[in-house]
């Protein structure tokens, strides 16, 4: 599937969207409140400001601590934000994911951004298979023909055919890690974050997942990404975020 790189431009204007963009992200606030501690506020991240263009690869760069992982959650919609616009291109029009409904969030969740880690989180005793292909039937698909499309990732990512049968709880590290890319990769959603997707994978699989990316980038997907593996992060990446930029604590050693 090929998206629509075309926008129209006065649409964009008029929200703050840029054109041929699938994400953006403005002058984005972030604090924690920590409650065990008389509600102190921890400043984290301020004036975070990056766009993430359709068919490109932005990866997000800096120290352990930086607020990588605080990024990503807030682009999902698992943390909100203080302050700024997280602006997502979505179903002809924009979402504001700072100030939307969870309703919102999850509605552009199925059709628009999808979200590929390290971990699998799965419901117990559901077939491999059917984990793969579950994304497909919720969007409408038939569900022999999703299926069909799950085995054909699996199959590519080296999960033999005699597990597909078998609950992903039962296997290895790195074959629960194949099935939770396949499981990302199955649908075509126009925005996918990528959380250390080939942390667990040898070195042929990570060389699918490259494979995959680069697909997905060639149909015009946008990705927002972090790959600790400095091998898959120079063969994909088009542009880097530096977070510890953004960072309360280095913003406030440079005042």
Not at 10 to 18: K, L, V
Not at 74 to 86: E, F, L, P
Not at 157 to 172: H, K, M, N
Request: a negative charge.
């Amino acid at each position: 599937m090929t998206y629509d790189m075309t926008h129209d431009l006065t649409h964009d204007m008029g929200t703050g969207m840029p054109p041929d963009t699938m994400l953006s992200v403005q002058d984005v606030r972030k604090t924690f409140t920590l409650h065990l501690q008389q509600s102190q506020r921890l400043p984290v991240l301020s004036g975070l400001t990056f766009d993430v263009p359709r068919g490109r690869c932005v990866v997000l760069g800096g120290e352990s601590g930086s607020g990588k992982s605080t990024v990503m959650k807030m682009v999902y919609g698992n943390y909100g934000a203080d302050s700024g616009r997280i602006l997502l291109s979505h179903q002809g029009g924009v979402l504001d994911l700072v100030t939307a409904q969870p309703r919102e969030v999850l509605a552009a969740r199925r059709s628009t951004v999808g979200y590929v880690s390290q971990f699998l989180r799965a419901v117990p005793r559901v077939p491999a298979l059917d984990v793969v292909a579950e994304p497909l039937v919720e969007r409408g698909a038939d569900r022999e023909e999703a299926r069909e499309r799950a085995g054909v990732m699996l199959a590519r990512l080296s999960i033999p055919e005699r597990l597909w049968a078998l609950p992903p709880a039962t296997f290895s590290g790195g074959e629960q890690q194949r099935v939770n890319i396949a499981r990302g990769f199955v649908t075509e959603r126009p925005l996918l974050l990528l959380d250390e997707p080939t942390a667990s994978l040898d070195a042929r699989n990570r060389g699918v997942v490259i494979e995959l990316i680069r697909e997905r980038l060639a149909e015009g997907v946008g990705m927002l990404g972090i790959f600790h593996d400095a091998d898959v992060r120079e063969a994909v990446a088009d542009a880097t975020v530096d977070v510890h930029s953004f960072t309360a604590a280095r913003q406030g050693s440079l005042a």
